[in-house]
């Protein structure tokens, strides 16, 4: 710093930290989270999270509301994976009411959770893409994934909330017309996918932002309890549908899919593998389809519970979600927890923000699948010229902030 | 190189028609039995109440039929249901809980509006109005 | 120790001298009935055995008994070794709830805790980043209000 002639007796040096919060003023996004990074030049040296956006008042909700109402409820929890909350609760019940679903039915329910993971996978690659800057592939894989909200229309009625899971089976069935035309799609979706698979292992832009970004260890990742492809991607073998094999999961071709080196790049890729592992699921439940009853009669389903609790997991597209429901007799339940995989994924992280550029920021928060389509808006404070500026998620992540 | 697929797949969609489907010109395509918008036959309907407690966003209200419309006897107490559709959640609760299968379900997609909806007029039509026939019978097709 | 009929599973054999009882939630999770001050000493013991990899920790339940007069919190533990979940209850006093903060040994219970603080009044020692407000919003945090306690009032 230059010293001012005579009047000054001493000179007080104030780095340039620049405030920059990552932040979500979306009221749709399921888990918004503000990120406050303080930066020195370029690179990170302090992060800290802010919640309580969009509070879940769900759970008390909950309890004032029957079982049944709760399924919708617990729904719309998130707009993405929604027919994986549905099904982890109603599981939840049967276990309480000690009832199983019929075969059929466990086939359905596990179809729709794929086509969900096919499709949530596909938006947070295309978010990823996005950031680093590649706006045409963002475009052209929301196009193709047009076509698997098709599938899901076909299968359920709706292409995003899925009310199709209830107590003691699904809500509708596939008929021979149905299948086929499901089959079409699958058959459209399947190169579209692996093309993308080549794009992104091969491109200059997206390897050089991101390989070796983000890098987590395997003891980082059991310590702090993060969960789905981020645990996946650094070597620990952990997936719900291989713990607890709920439904149709222990009979259907599936296999975990890890990498070792446990970067930005690495949770990509494993999540391409996964899309991939979902194809051939879904592809095998087409083709094997138990016969027999799927949908039950909704006015037999007893009213009053028993008493009694269950724990259940499922595999979400972004990690192991857990539901804890617990039914005192009665209508109402006693007390519903939800443990969503964001929650640990980007509270827990924040710490492993320090020592990267601010540009990579965005990139490793995409790479963890947080809602991310809602922080769009990032507030730039220029501490020493006391400026705001409102700078996008994007043009931040091309370092132009 | 993936750069060269790229370069071809671009070229190829700067000359083909747009993937985002130009509606109201075009119709989207949507399934035939897509949940759409749905109102009770009150033809069916006995009034037992049972959608208007089960509804989880608590969009259903039961309200009396109004003087002039031919009541069938099975609905004693003449009340029928009344969905308020920007409350409705679309879920179908309603239409599987029905002990007599009253609902008639649609495919509608349209449903934004300015001003409040709600199935009265809809409802309503299905009944005989004093000599005359349902004005607008059953537009839906009746699933189960 | 436990004097109930259940056998101790082989997955808690790290732990058996804290334990007050065994039980099975459905589906098939085995809980062990602890006292609040030796959770933090049971997660140690289950960390030592299975290793830093070898287990996560995944959930954080708390509940209110209202009736009884407690509220009641289940540490849910997943060891991968074994493909079982571990669940530890315990219970503390609902005038005075005070446990032993688990943040050292997993600081995967950030979260969980922060939320029992905010939304039940649930004070975890030893963890600093404690504060209200943190879900749940302002005009309800400032009220002094615990939204999900049974006599909330939201």
Request: proline letters at 7%; a positive charge; hydrophobic letters at 40%.
């Amino acid at each position: 710093m230059t010293e001012e002639v005579s009047k000054v007796d001493k000179v007080v040096e104030i780095p340039m930290t620049v405030e920059i919060p990552v932040g979500p003023q979306h009221p749709a996004v399921h888990e918004p989270i503000l990120i406050k990074v303080y930066a020195e030049g370029e690179y990170v040296v302090k992060a800290e999270a802010y919640t309580g956006y969009n509070h879940r008042g769900i759970e008390k909700l909950a309890e004032k509301k029957s079982f049944y109402q709760d399924i919708f409820l617990c729904g719309r929890v998130c707009g993405i994976c929604n027919a994986v909350h549905a099904d982890c609760y109603v599981r939840a019940l049967e276990h309480i009411l000690d009832k199983e679903p019929p075969p059929r039915a466990k086939y359905l329910r596990t179809l729709v959770m794929e086509l969900e993971r096919l499709h949530s996978h596909m938006l947070i690659l295309a978010v990823t893409a996005e950031i680093v800057g590649f706006d045409t592939l963002f475009m052209h894989m929301m196009r193709d994934r047009e076509l698997i909200m098709k599938a899901k229309e076909i299968v359920t009625g709706n292409r995003v909330l899925a009310d199709y899971i209830m107590v003691g089976g699904v809500r509708r069935d596939l008929n021979t017309e149905k299948i086929d035309k499901l089959k079409k799609i699958l058959a459209k979706v399947e190169p579209r996918i692996r093309h993308y698979w080549r794009v992104f292992e091969e491109d200059v832009t997206l390897n050089k932002r991101l390989v070796d970004v983000g890098r987590l260890t395997p003891a980082q990742v059991t310590s702090h309890g993060l969960l789905g492809p981020v645990a996946r991607a650094s070597g620990i073998a952990t997936d719900s549908r291989y713990h607890d094999a709920y439904d149709a999961y222990a009979e259907v071709p599936f296999r975990i899919v890890t990498r070792r080196e446990g970067d930005c790049m690495a949770r990509s890729l494993v999540r391409f593998e996964e899309m991939q592992v979902s194809l051939e699921i879904c592809r095998y439940i087409l083709n094997h389809l138990p016969g027999g009853e799927a949908v039950p009669d909704e006015r037999r389903l007893p009213r009053r519970f028993p008493e009694g609790e269950a724990f259940t997991t499922v595999e979400a597209p972004r990690g192991e979600l857990t539901y804890y429901v617990m039914s005192k007799g009665g209508v109402n339940p006693y007390r519903v927890k939800i443990r969503t995989p964001s929650y640990n994924n980007v509270i827990n992280t924040v710490p492993f923000y320090v020592g990267h550029t601010i540009a990579d920021v965005p990139a490793i928060l995409a790479s963890y699948d947080p809602c991310i389509s809602c922080m769009e808006r990032v507030t730039v404070i220029d501490s020493r010229r006391g400026i705001r500026r409102k700078v996008s998620m994007r043009d931040l992540a091309r370092g132009e902030a | 190189m993936a750069k060269v697929p790229l370069l071809k797949e671009v070229v190829k969609l700067i000359f083909s028609k747009p993937a985002t489907i130009q509606y109201p010109r075009e119709e989207t395509p949507v399934e035939p039995d897509a949940r759409g918008r749905q109102y009770a036959d009150l033809s069916k309907c006995i009034g037992c109440s049972l959608c208007m407690i089960e509804c989880p966003p608590k969009a259903i209200r039961m309200e009396k039929i109004p003087e002039g419309y031919e009541v069938p006897k099975r609905n004693a107490r003449k009340i029928y249901p009344v969905v308020d559709y920007f409350k409705c959640i679309y879920c179908y609760r309603c239409v599987t809980v029905c002990p007599t299968k009253a609902y008639v379900v649609t495919n509608e997609y349209r449903l934004a509006s300015d001003a409040p909806v709600n199935s009265r007029e809809l409802s309503l039509s299905t009944l005989k109005k004093a000599g005359q026939e349902p004005s607008q019978g059953k537009e839906g097709v009746n699933r189960r | 120790m436990s004097s109930d009929p259940l056998e101790i599973p082989d997955v808690l054999k790290p732990i058996e001298n804290l334990l007050k009882g065994v039980a099975i939630m459905k589906p098939g999770r085995v809980v062990a009935l602890l006292e609040s001050s030796d959770v933090v000493k049971a997660y140690v013991a289950l960390k030592a055995r299975y290793g830093e990899t070898g287990l996560y920790f995944s959930t954080l339940v708390a509940t209110d008994l209202k009736e009884e007069g407690k509220i009641r919190i289940d540490y849910y533990i997943n060891v991968l070794e074994k493909n079982q979940y571990v669940v530890l209850r315990t219970h503390v006093p609902r005038d005075d709830p005070r446990i032993e903060s688990l943040l050292k040994e997993a600081p995967a219970a950030l979260p969980g805790e922060c939320e029992a603080y905010d939304l039940l009044g649930v004070i975890f020692e030893g963890n600093p980043h404690l504060r209200r407000a943190f879900f749940v919003p302002e005009e309800v945090a400032g009220k002094g209000i615990f939204p999900l306690r049974k006599d909330a009032g939201v």
